[in-house]
């Protein structure tokens, strides 16, 4: 509640903004470690869907296809993926103060590259150790920057391809197996 009522005073102040993030920054800090088991067993959540293996397995396997369609060359970004686009090989352009990433066939798998090597990176900084995560304050950024780009539009495009859809559901599909059962009896209809 301090850091709250901090937040209060400065805004009350006139305070530089910089002191604002910090605060804001804290308070995020203070959020995630508080919920560290929490986000760490949602970021794993994906072996209990697909039981032997994870969302980052599976997807690393994907590959486009030509039944995908891409209806647009470029999608707009956050500044805050800029940074991680361009070191994913992604290079990004500017325009009246917006980011755009190129959104074609042959970069739809750098975004989904970044997109697991993201995940992966949250699930390292979460991966608990008894109740205890391991550096919360990293994790807490990277888990941001893992929303903003989930956010995004393209990623949103990503997930609409047919090929990740039919990866997907074909890995649904298999660990669901033998677990349905069809109780079908069949009255005499008088």
Same mark, same amino acid.
Not at 34 to 59: E, G, V
Not at 65 to 80: A, M, N, P
């Given at each position: 509640m301090s850091?709250?009522?901090?937040?209060?005073?400065?805004?009350?102040?006139?305070t530089k903004q910089t002191n604002i993030a910090n605060i804001?920054?804290?308070?995020?800090?203070?959020?995630?470690?508080?919920?560290a088991p929490i986000i760490s067993h949602r970021l794993r959540?994906?072996?209990?869907?697909?039981?032997d293996t994870t969302l980052d397995n599976i997807l690393q396997r994907w590959e486009p296809s030509d039944r995908d369609h891409f209806s647009k060359t470029e999608c707009? #970004?956050?500044?805050?993926? *800029?940074?991680?686009?361009q070191t994913m090989? /992604?290079?990004?352009r500017q325009s009246n103060g917006k980011y755009f990433a190129p959104w074609?066939?042959?970069?739809?798998?750098?975004?989904?590259?970044?997109?697991?090597?993201?995940?992966?990176?949250?699930?390292?900084?979460?991966?608990?150790?008894g109740e205890v995560a391991g550096d919360t304050t990293i994790g807490a950024a990277t888990l941001k920057v893992l929303q903003t780009l989930v956010a995004s539009e393209g990623f949103r495009y990503l997930l609409r391809l047919?090929?990740?859809?039919? #990866?997907?559901?074909?890995? *649904?599909?298999?660990?669901?197996?033998?677990? /349905?059962?069809?109780?079908?009896?069949?009255?005499p209809m008088i």
């Amino acid at each position: 509640m301090s850091l709250f009522n901090n937040i209060r005073a400065v805004l009350q102040d006139g305070t530089k903004q910089t002191n604002i993030a910090n605060i804001v920054q804290r308070i995020t800090v203070l959020i995630v470690r508080r919920c560290a088991p929490i986000i760490s067993h949602r970021l794993r959540s994906d072996k209990f869907i697909f039981q032997d293996t994870t969302l980052d397995n599976i997807l690393q396997r994907w590959e486009p296809s030509d039944r995908d369609h891409f209806s647009k060359t470029e999608c707009e #970004i956050s500044v805050h993926l *800029v940074k991680l686009f361009q070191t994913m090989g /992604i290079q990004c352009r500017q325009s009246n103060g917006k980011y755009f990433a190129p959104w074609t066939k042959e970069m739809a798998p750098a975004w989904m590259k970044t997109f697991l090597s993201s995940l992966s990176m949250c699930k390292n900084y979460f991966k608990l150790e008894g109740e205890v995560a391991g550096d919360t304050t990293i994790g807490a950024a990277t888990l941001k920057v893992l929303q903003t780009l989930v956010a995004s539009e393209g990623f949103r495009y990503l997930l609409r391809l047919e090929s990740v859809n039919a #990866i997907l559901d074909r890995e *649904v599909l298999i660990c669901r197996r033998g677990t /349905i059962f069809f109780n079908i009896s069949i009255s005499p209809m008088i």
